[in-house]
């Protein structure tokens, strides 16, 4: 651009100075005291042929003009304009309807980290519950190809030689068979629920959500102050994102069976609701000066 610049104040002095050669021909010739018969002989004219009148030591209100204008333009051209200082208008984006939008999502998003934590563990409770019912069933005696402890006990005490000692034992295993049964039905009904899917596909939200308005939260920001301001609530929501992030990043391991993975899945998201909930408090300051500083819409 200042190059630009440059070469368009040169050709403005180069037209001024050249604009003097196309005066009028009894003009220049006066001026040196030259009559019009001097034209007569080519030599007379290579004598006197002065187009930019550089040899003249006297200069017309005329002439001055031009060169003091061109002058003009050239500073004009090569003077920097000077920027605007009024920051753009926002619009809506500056008042109150999209920066409570944001107070809004995380009380929303709160709720919704705590029903995915409450999926992820009732899914967590349907994958070990039967490591439970098998030890249980590992504890019960012989049933003698009865497929309950009532049917090998009623069969036991009807034998024609009764053994008081298998009696008991049956006995003694009914309570174990009534805790594998409510242990199955327990695992009937959140299979019935669909905790998995639930939880996958709330927390693919989650991260979404939470991604997209840890950055909206500081654009609204700065839409309205023109700055931002680092503190606990942009920290905050900053390792939320990267809690996420990270515990999105063990599900293809968590697939494969790795405890490791599952464990800091968990850890993760438990660390990320902390960060949360300080989050929400740290948030409260901010939101009322939204309120006092802003206007609907």
């Known amino acids: ?25 009894h003009l220049a010739a006066s001026r040196h005291g030259i009559s019009s018969q001097a034209f007569d002989t080519d030599e007379k004219v290579t004598e006197h042929f002065d187009p930019l009148n550089l040899s003249s030591s006297t200069v017309t209100d005329d002439e001055s003009r031009s060169v003091r204008n ?36 995380m009380l929303g998003m709160a709720a919704l980290s705590v029903s ?16 439970e019912i098998n030890e249980l069933k ?13 049917e090998a006990l009623a069969a036991a005490q009807s034998a024609e030689m009764v053994d008081t000692s298998y009696v008991a034992s049956l006995r003694a295993a009914t309570t174990i068979e009534n805790e594998i049964n409510a242990l199955t039905q327990e695992r009937k009904d959140l299979a019935a629920n669909g ?10 939200t989650l991260l979404f959500l939470g991604t997209f308005f840890a950055i909206e939260g500081p654009l609204n920001t700065y839409a309205r102050a023109g700055k931002l301001f680092p503190g606990p609530h942009l920290y905050a929501g900053a390792g939320c994102v990267v809690l996420w992030a990270l515990a999105a990043s063990c599900v293809p391991a968590m697939q494969k069976g790795d405890d490791t993975a599952r464990t800091a ?9 902390g960060l949360f909930a300080w989050q929400i408090q740290s948030g409260i300051p901010i939101l009322l000066k939204v309120i006092q500083f802003t206007k609907w819409p």
């Open 70 to 105: 061109a002058a003009v333009a050239a500073v004009a051209l090569l003077t920097p304009m000077s920027a605007s200082a009024a920051g753009p208008d926002w619009g809506i984006f500056e008042g109150r309807t999209l920066s409570l939008l944001h107070p809004a999502s």
């Open 1 to 25: 651009m200042t190059m630009t610049k440059a070469l368009l104040s040169a050709v403005l002095l180069v037209l001024a100075t050249s604009a003097l050669a196309f005066r009028p021909p």
């Open 195 to 204: 905790p998995r899917d639930k939880h996958f596909n709330q927390g693919s």
């Open 138 to 150: 590992a504890q019960l005696p012989n049933l003698n190809g009865a497929k309950t402890v009532s």
């Open 116 to 131: 995915t934590a409450l999926l992820g563990f009732q899914w967590r409770r349907q994958r070990t519950i039967s490591g």
């Open 265 to 273: 899945h968990i850890g993760a998201n438990i660390l990320g609701l």
